[in-house]
């Protein structure tokens, strides 16, 4: 696609529920990152896809927070049994890599908005 | 860990006056710099980036930023700011690997006519 898309752009859901979020990145893309970006703040970096590594979850606030990747397309972002400090906007990029060095840019979409209740 | 400090929270300027918003950062190798801007109900874009090379960087819709290592800084500039420019703006530094990279919180800029 032309751009890096995102969905639902909005999502309410009740305290305890399960939501599942959705990235779709720029086809030939090879790494995917995940951030959250709570009210007035900066981006927190979630996680982050590259290839077939293992991806890097060292940004994943808690085990309720999931993400999986099919290849080098879509991913997924779940979140289990959501609290309310768990609302935020979730923002997914893409970029291309090539090599372990690398000056890619990363392309962000939209963002999901996430509210619990 | 590297870190990046954006000091405006919120900053305030006339349409065709100059912009200045200030980043610093904290990284232990040869950073790589970016600006962010985000605008209302829009998703992030790259405004100008810095690898290496000459310090001063220049970037889309008239802005510049300069990187200055020896105050661990990478402000972003503008000559005369238009009311389009509205919009929140980000600081981010990382490295070789993308997954490195940290953002500042942000500085919400204002234009009044």
Known sequence: ?117 | AQSVTQPDIHITVSEGASLELRCNYSYGATPYLFWYVQSPGQGLQLLLKYFSGDTLVQGIKGFEAEFKRSQSSFNLRKPSVHWSDAAEYFCAVGGRNNNDMRFGAGTRLTVKP
């Not at chain 1, 086809?27 to 890097?56: C, K, M, V």
């Not at chain 1, 397309?73 to 935020?88: K, N, Y």
């Not at chain 1, 890619?104 to 996430?114: E, N, S, V």
Request: aromatic residues 10%; neutral net charge.
């Open chain 1, 1 to 117: 696609g032309a751009g890096v898309s995102q969905s639902p752009s909005n999502k309410v859901t009740e305290k305890g529920k399960d939501v599942e979020l959705r990235c779709d990145p720029i086809s030939g893309h090879t790494a995917l990152y995940w951030y959250r970006q709570r009210l007035g703040q900066g981006l927190e970096f979630l996680i982050y896809f590259q290839g077939n590594s293992a991806p890097d979850k060292s940004g994943l606030p808690s085990d309720r927070f999931s993400a999986e990747r099919t290849g080098e397309s879509v991913s997924t972002l779940t979140i289990q049994r959501t609290q309310q400090e768990d609302s935020a906007v979730y923002l997914c990029a893409s970029s291309f890599r090539a090599g372990k060095q690398s000056t890619d840019t990363q392309y962000f979409g939209p963002g999901t908005r996430l509210t619990v209740l």
